[in-house]
């Protein structure tokens, strides 16, 4: 079957379709482009937190369930009470009332420890994308463009990991083709549910947390599509996160390996999978505003971009410093083999890599919200001597592929560190010199990313009037 082409892939994130205000301005940009795009949605901002914190709460005995279902619930019907007329809004009451009575029972059945409890545990966390997508479609045909909900978790077929399911690219290129070209065709405007997947078996799974973004270069590989358009509440790609640094800029262009780089590093703006698609397919990833759409925004496309030297800073917030020691005689290499096996299985996110050979010590920094299965993957180790784990601190990351052959990049980040008086607790630069991370004390952070971001130029002339609030002091 081919591609009725162009085919433009355009998802949008939890804040763009936050509220009627959202949802409206997201059917806007949509209801002007044409008969070949393919929307992908993440849940209302908020949503998914919620339902998680419900499904927590049901498992250790709390009422925290009926109060979340009725809190999604109500953040719905209120958009929808607003932008849907008499029969859309019936139907979709109908669906909300299905999508939170699944929810429930997917609750109540993890509550229960039932041996399938992983999948509801998935299912649970993402209803929130039936409901935005149908409220989406619903808005859309409101305003008089044919568009129907169309749920990832039949087409986007992966690995049963919990809560970080692998795609098999492969096995779902058919059920993408068969059920998206198909509506395309007819001009229907398919809005697919971000994050949420499916085993071969028809069991529900979720890509991670912000996987909506993979979800969307996913489908745009396998479609394929001539662009992948990530809509977002920032103008594009910056030098640095906006809520740590007032100046930040927006990077027109960015290399496929820096964006993967950024996002790896933390840039939450994409989610850590979401490049590798698009690359491979060598597609463009646009990154757009909802607020300022008329805007150039970025794109991340193959070639490397711009001048030589630092183009980006970038910081894990929430992070932790393992030290692991080897049993004696064990040696490094064998404690290592052991160790980063376990991570792999566990699908842990190693941020930073450092060793002493003479001590046989291996360093490993990751995100602390990985830190208890981390634990639980070296309680399975035999050459393991001791553990020491620091978990206030972060990680600090320069990116930019042209700090290739560009000297002293290193010894400059050490400097101004120093000359703020902040402590480099552990530091690794890759050979291709991509990227040169460092850990420093998380009450740190905010201070290193703002002087490294100076010391390296990055910034504008100005604080943009609308910058947003700053989170780290
Ligand atoms: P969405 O809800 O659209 O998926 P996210 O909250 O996941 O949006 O990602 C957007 C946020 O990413 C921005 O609000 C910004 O604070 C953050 N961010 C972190 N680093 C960067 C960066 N280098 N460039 C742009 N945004 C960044
Ligand atoms: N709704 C999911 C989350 O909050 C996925 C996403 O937003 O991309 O993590
Ligand atoms: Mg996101």
Redesign the pocket.
Known sequence: MTSPLPVLVMKF????ILGQRGMGRVAEILAPSGPSTVTVV?AM?GTTDVLLRGVRSAATGGSGLEEAAGTVREDHLRVAGVLLGGREMASFADHLEDVISGYLAHGALLAAANSKGRCYLEAAASAGELLSAALLAAVLRERGVAAVPVDSAELLITDDHPQAALPLVAQSRERVRGRLLPLLRIGTLPVVTGFRAGTAEGEVTTLGR?G??HSATLLGALLPAAEVWI????D????????VVAD?RLLPEVSYSEAME?SYF????LHRSAVPPAASAAIPIRIKNTMRPQGPGTVIEGRPAGPGGVR?V?LVEEACLMTLTASPGAGLNRLAAEVFDGFADARITTLLVTQSSAEEVVCVAIPRVELAAARDALQRTTHLWAQDFQDQVSVVVLVGEAMRGTAGIAGKMFGALGEQGINVIAISQGSSELAVAAVVQRQDVGDAVRALHRVFGLGGSDVRPDA?PQVLR
């Open positions: 994130g939890g804040t763009s993440s901002a912000g909506s973004d809509w977002t509440d920032v594009g790609l910056l030098t640095a996160d906006p809520r930040a950024l933390g840039a939450k703006v980006a970038t947003p």
